[in-house]
């Protein structure tokens, strides 16, 4: 019996070891050091070690690139341990976030004589500044130093900014936002790769942003005929300006997802493509129960005349994912229940609308290759309407049925991506043999396309089309078939023609046009179809009749 107990726990302790892993202090403050420096940050700081806590004062979290610089001051952190194997981390203090970028600096464009001539503008930092607070924090460090799990609970998270506007970012508009009952986790391991994954909750996320825009500077006709901003003319009064008040709020926020960055050392500020190039993926999703928002603003137009204009927006359950490596880039999201209503100063009557359901599913390659890579486009809007006094712009007398509208686009296929998406150079104009610029080639070169099917119906009209389209070496002449489907187009054009929204002369070009393309249904002389066909060398059938 005694033999049977001890081998049991014996055995049980063996397996239970990799979960009890002590970890250190000293360890957690270096995979927090490592987390960050493998994503751009060079991370330094006073650390005072005394065995089973260690205390790090002044911790920054720097990184500079292109696109400007952003710095993370953490006044402190502790790091205890807490005798189960883990070690808890507590933040003391607020995080100071300072953040400087480029913005090209005002032109002189005088044109009048002596006024002077145009100057290259000079790269102007604009500061972004502002705070985090998170009181009552507690992170609990586990495992092993190879494979950390970080378990997290705040009971608020406060930020706060100073958002820079105006013509020379010299006045901020105060950004807040709050995260309220935070919980979640992340594990952070080292292998091959250097992977995180992150599990996170929020019962209630909200942010406003308000605080007054400075007017633009007075311009001075004589100096600056072409209309751009110059000071002290004294001709005319400065324009623009206002107040804003915008509020979001979101409840029953999750994010969650992955990420791998390679095991290597990339250099700081190192672009996306060299990181995508060695094995950087990176796979979020996030979901929310209910967002609601409103805005309010008063400012006056480049006339100087007072405009106004307020509104608020609501959608129900939501969700996005993104997911970026070599392979491409997809973006697929959905939302329910959208509603807009809004009142501006320049319409005598107020503005809403509201959709069932919003989709999209968006898949694009992101690395150049000489072979055909996948693609996909999709979006869908369903069961859209208007508020009447939308419809009563164009039909005041009610004639077009006002039942929902519907929007599907569905299509996939492969395309050949010149160059890298994110590559800077990508794009750029180019030059021809005189030195004018050249607009560059677009990107993207499609080699087949599948329409699984584009649909509209609205104003009690009709329109589905389906098909496929071969583009070969020559897109200009594709080889394929589309087939459509329309129903209800008879009828709409007999009602626009009695509006008064489209002459009669114009009807009847269209309509001998439909008798080209399209060719009544024998089971329904209101339903119209059509086959357009691509053949090779160029010709364009339209059921079985050549056009081209």
């Known amino acids: 019996m005694f033999r049977l107990t001890a081998t049991s726990v014996l055995a049980l302790g063996l397996g239970a070891a990799p979960v009890l892993a002590q970890v250190t202090p000293a360890q957690v403050w270096e995979n927090v050091q490592r987390y960050g420096a493998d994503r751009g940050y060079e991370v330094t700081a006073s650390v005072e070690d005394a065995g089973n806590t260690l205390t790090v004062r002044d911790a920054v979290f720097a990184t500079t690139n292109s ?9 402190q952190m502790t790091l205890s341990q807490t005798g189960d194997a883990r070690v808890r981390l507590v933040i003391d203090g607020d995080v100071a976030i300072n953040s400087t970028f480029p913005a090209p600096a005002p032109q002189d464009t005088g044109t009048a004589e002596g006024a002077g001539t145009s100057t290259d503008a000079e790269p102007a930092d604009l500061a972004v500044n502002g705070t985090i607070s998170a009181p009552g924090n507690e992170i609990l460090v586990s495992g092993t130093p190879e494979d ?64 007054t825009v400075p007017p633009a500077p007075a311009r001075d006709p004589a100096r600056d005929p072409a209309g751009s901003a110059t000071e002290g003319s004294g001709t005319a009064e400065a324009t623009g300006g206002g107040s804003i008040d915008f509020r979001a709020r979101l409840t029953d926020l999750t994010v969650k997802g992955s990420n791998a960055m390679p095991n290597q050392p990339l250099e700081n500020g190192a672009q996306l493509t060299e990181a995508l190039a060695a094995g950087m993926t990176v796979d979020a999703a996030v979901a929310y129960q209910a967002l609601e928002g409103s805005f309010a603003m008063t400012g006056q137009n480049e006339e100087g ?7 608020t927006f609501a959608t129900g359950l939501s969700d996005l994912r993104m997911q970026l490596s070599a392979n491409g880039l997809n973006y697929a999201g959905n939302t329910a229940d959208t509603r807009i209503e809004m009142t501006l100063s320049e319409l005598p009557f107020p503005l809403s609308l509201a959709a069932d359901r919003t989709s999209a599913d968006m898949m694009i390659p992101v690395m150049g290759a000489d072979s055909a890579q996948p693609f996909r486009l999709a979006y869908a809007l369903e069961a ?12 005041p007398t009610g004639q077009l049925p006002r039942d929902p509208a519907s929007l599907v686009v569905d299509v996939d296929g492969n395309v050949t991506l010149t160059d890298n998406l994110f590559d800077p150079a990508a794009g750029q104009p180019e030059t021809d043999s005189a030195g004018a610029a050249v607009p560059p080639a677009p990107p993207f070169a499609p080699q087949d396309v599948t329409v699984n099917r584009v649909a509209l119906d609205a104003a009690g009209a009709s329109a589905e089309i389906t098909g496929s389209l071969d583009f070969g070496d020559n897109p200009a002449q594709p080889v394929g078939r589309l087939n459509g489907t329309f129903e209800g187009v008879n009828g709409l054009l007999d009602t626009l ?49 050549q056009v081209r």
């Not at 696109?67 to 953490?74: I, P």
């Not at 005349?305 to 509104?311: L, V």
């Not at 859209?384 to 039909?395: K, P, Q």
Request: net charge negative; hydrophobic share 40%.
């Open 497 to 545: 023609v009695t509006m008064g929204l489209v002459p009669q002369e114009q009807i009847m070009g269209i309509r001998m046009a439909l008798t080209m393309f399209a060719r009544p249904a024998e089971d329904d002389p209101d339903r119209l179809t059509s086959e357009i066909e691509f053949r090779e060398g160029g010709a364009v059938f339209a059921n079985g009749q």
């Open 148 to 211: 950390m799990l970080y378990e997290y609970a705040y009971p608020t998270v406060s930020v706060s900014l100073d958002i820079p506007v105006g013509p020379e970012g010299d006045a901020t508009l105060p950004f807040t936002a709050s995260l309220t009952d935070l919980a979640g986790s992340q594990r952070n391991g080292t292998g091959e790769d250097v992977e995180a994954t992150f599990d996170m909750a929020v019962a209630e996320a909200a942010m406003q942003i308000a605080g």
């Open 305 to 311: 005349a007072d405009q106004t204009g307020n509104g």
């Open 384 to 395: 859209v309407t208007f508020a009447d006094g939308i419809w009563a712009l164009f039909d």
């Open 67 to 75: 696109d400007g610089s952003t710095r993370l001051t953490v006044p």
